[in-house]
């Protein structure tokens, strides 16, 4: 039977090429396979400039940066330096929750930027941005840091941001961290990762400001945005199982834990893709070892419970045994009243960093099956990870196009769609019930048992909704 599938759907990715002027079908067609059993990993080019004219759903450096590394940092004021366009876009868009009151001890959910004006664009921002951040110093005495996101008139002009964070965070004794990661700069958000991740390396963890006493279970968390609330959720199962949490970032992260992390015992990575570079740097500068968890779904959170504690003693080894064992009722229960209602249920999947390949196990522990998994930014790397979780015959797209993702939508006909907010109202004008992937369509946490809870209640609300007997499909009419 699988191999009448992957038969299946080479031939649909040759319908959907087809379309395609020939040099545009032979570029895409290397970012478009079926997954074959016993592959090494998906047979996909990633991390590739994508084709001009055809409909990316990507996002820039600026975005990678801003809106996933340092922007959910809540004690440091982030500058959107550059006209207010990028900044306004960018402003609430993602729903990195954070404790403290806003203007005081946290600005996650203020949008600062330098407004740039055509005559900054002329002359220069330099002197704007000195004054600017005077200003800041004066509104928000009680931040800690600031952080510069240079847009792209900030690198096309040459304005030197590094040397104005250098001169300011002399003269007002904070941390002031230039990063350098304009829109226009690589393929994807990717690089704005990668851009961020240096710069919390050259201007925060090896400045070495932070003084605390350690303990034999310190880790810290890495990667984990708190899209509503999932760090919190994650924790709760670390420290019930004996660690302590000395560092969470950058979801409801603060300047003082990304300076303690150097000195932990773990470094627990929940996204691979945008925090692989500073666990890797932590772990050749620190010695500091790092694993890679998922805690989407029961039996991945248990997987993930006792690698983790499979670097400590018999101690957290019990203590992850006793966790797992006390929410085991609870995901009984869960499966118990959704698998019923979700059993056999098909999704397509794409989105970005880690989520297409890290909530396959949850589908699955609620009957599901994923029929096609994509990334908007991935590299060879996740692809080769995405390998182990899929199986034969699943439809492998790389930064696809909407009308490739329509098409494919449109003859696999999947119960369900998982994507981005771009892609979500199309879905469900095709009569296809959509989850929005990126943060959860206002819900969440996803991460942990009481977030499986959630996550099995929103799939059965978006897949068995009363809604859908009121519209037809376009392959229905």
Same mark, same amino acid.
């Given at each position: 039977?699988?191999?009448?599938?992957?038969?299946?759907?080479?031939a649909l990715?040759?319908e959907?090429?087809?379309?395609?002027?020939e040099?545009?079908?032979?570029?895409?067609?290397?970012?478009?396979?079926?997954?074959?059993e016993?592959?090494p990993?998906?047979?996909?080019?990633?991390?590739?400039?994508?084709?001009?004219?055809?409909?990316?759903?990507?996002?820039?450096a600026?975005?990678?940066?801003?809106?996933?590394v340092?922007?959910?940092?809540?004690d440091?004021v982030?500058?959107?330096h550059?006209?207010v366009g990028?900044?306004q876009?960018?402003?609430?868009?993602?729903r990195?929750y954070?404790?403290?009151?806003?203007?005081?001890?946290?600005w996650?959910g203020m949008?600062?930027?330098?407004?740039?004006?055509e005559?900054?664009?002329?002359?220069?921002?330099?002197?704007?941005?000195?004054?600017m951040?005077?200003?800041?110093n004066?509104?928000?005495?009680?931040s800690r840091?600031?952080?510069?996101?240079?847009?792209?008139?900030?690198?096309?002009? #040459? +304005?030197?941001?590094e !040397?104005?964070?250098? $001169?300011?965070? *002399?003269e007002?004794?904070?941390?002031?961290v230039?990063? &350098?990661?304009e829109g226009?700069?690589?393929?994807?958000?990717?690089?704005g990762?990668?851009?961020?991740n240096?710069?919390?390396r050259?201007?925060?963890?090896?400045?070495g400001?932070?003084?605390?006493?350690?303990?034999?279970?310190?880790?810290?968390?890495i990667?984990?945005?708190?899209?509503?609330?999932?760090a919190?959720?994650?924790?709760i199962l670390?420290?019930?199982?004996?660690?302590?949490?000395?560092?969470?970032?950058? #979801? +409801?992260?603060?300047l !003082?834990?990304?300076? $303690?992390?150097? *000195?932990?015992k773990?470094?627990?990575l929940?996204?691979? &893709?945008?925090?692989?570079?500073?666990?890797?740097?932590?772990e050749?500068?620190?010695?500091i070892?790092?694993?890679?968890?998922?805690f989407?779904?029961?039996?991945?959170?248990a997987?993930?419970?006792?690698?983790?504690?499979?670097?400590?003693?018999?101690?957290?080894?019990?203590?992850?045994?006793?966790v797992?064992?006390?929410?085991?009722?609870?995901v009984d229960?869960?499966?118990?009243?959704?698998?019923?209602?979700?059993d056999?249920?098909?999704?397509?999947?794409?989105?970005?960093?880690?989520?297409?390949?890290?909530?396959?196990?949850?589908?699955?522990?609620?009957?599901?099956?994923?029929?096609?998994?994509?990334?908007?930014?991935?590299?060879?790397?996740?692809?080769?990870?995405?390998?182990?979780?899929?199986?034969e015959?699943?439809?492998?797209?790389?930064?696809?196009?909407g009308f490739?993702?329509?098409?494919?939508?449109?003859?696999?006909?999947?119960d369900l769609?998982?994507?981005?907010?771009k892609?979500k109202?199309?879905f469900?004008?095709?009569?296809i019930?959509?989850?929005?992937?990126?943060?959860?369509?206002?819900s969440?946490?996803?991460?942990?048992?009481d977030?499986?809870?959630?996550?099995?209640?929103?799939?059965?609300?978006?897949?068995?909704?009363?809604?859908?007997?009121?519209?037809?499909?376009?392959?229905?009419?």
């Amino acid at each position: 039977m699988s191999s009448d599938i992957v038969a299946q759907n080479k031939a649909l990715i040759e319908e959907v090429l087809a379309v395609y002027p020939e040099k545009a079908a032979k570029k895409r067609a290397k970012h478009l396979n079926v997954y074959e059993e016993g592959k090494p990993d998906c047979g996909v080019k990633s991390n590739i400039k994508s084709l001009p004219g055809v409909m990316t759903i990507r996002g820039c450096a600026y975005a990678g940066a801003k809106g996933v590394v340092w922007g959910p940092i809540k004690d440091m004021v982030h500058v959107s330096h550059g006209p207010v366009g990028c900044g306004q876009y960018s402003w609430g868009t993602r729903r990195n929750y954070a404790g403290g009151k806003n203007g005081v001890d946290s600005w996650v959910g203020m949008q600062i930027t330098s407004d740039f004006q055509e005559k900054d664009i002329v002359f220069g921002g330099d002197k704007k941005l000195d004054k600017m951040l005077d200003e800041i110093n004066t509104l928000f005495p009680l931040s800690r840091g600031i952080s510069i996101m240079s847009e792209c008139p900030i690198g096309l002009i #040459g +304005d030197d941001i590094e !040397a104005v964070a250098k $001169k300011k965070g *002399k003269e007002c004794g904070k941390t002031i961290v230039p990063v &350098r990661c304009e829109g226009f700069r690589g393929v994807s958000q990717s690089l704005g990762h990668h851009i961020a991740n240096d710069m919390v390396r050259d201007w925060v963890l090896d400045k070495g400001k932070a003084t605390h006493e350690t303990g034999p279970y310190d880790v810290a968390i890495i990667g984990d945005y708190n899209i509503g609330g999932d760090a919190w959720s994650s924790r709760i199962l670390l420290e019930e199982m004996g660690l302590r949490v000395v560092a969470q970032w950058s #979801g +409801d992260g603060t300047l !003082a834990e990304m300076e $303690k992390t150097p *000195k932990v015992k773990l470094n627990l990575l929940h996204c691979y &893709r945008s925090m692989n570079y500073i666990s890797r740097h932590m772990e050749e500068k620190y010695g500091i070892p790092w694993v890679e968890y998922n805690f989407f779904g029961p039996s991945k959170i248990a997987a993930s419970l006792r690698e983790i504690a499979s670097h400590f003693d018999d101690t957290i080894k019990e203590g992850a045994e006793r966790v797992i064992a006390k929410y085991q009722p609870m995901v009984d229960a869960v499966i118990a009243k959704f698998k019923p209602r979700l059993d056999k249920k098909t999704v397509m999947l794409y989105v970005g960093g880690l989520r297409p390949r890290h909530t396959i196990g949850a589908y699955e522990d609620l009957g599901m099956e994923v029929v096609g998994v994509g990334y908007e930014f991935a590299h060879n790397d996740d692809y080769q990870r995405t390998a182990k979780d899929i199986k034969e015959g699943t439809l492998i797209y790389d930064d696809v196009s909407g009308f490739e993702l329509e098409k494919f939508a449109e003859k696999i006909q999947p119960d369900l769609v998982g994507s981005g907010i771009k892609e979500k109202y199309i879905f469900q004008k095709m009569g296809i019930p959509f989850r929005q992937m990126h943060s959860w369509d206002y819900s969440g946490p996803y991460h942990g048992y009481d977030g499986f809870a959630i996550f099995a209640r929103d799939m059965d609300m978006a897949i068995n909704s009363p809604v859908w007997k009121m519209t037809k499909a376009p392959w229905n009419k």
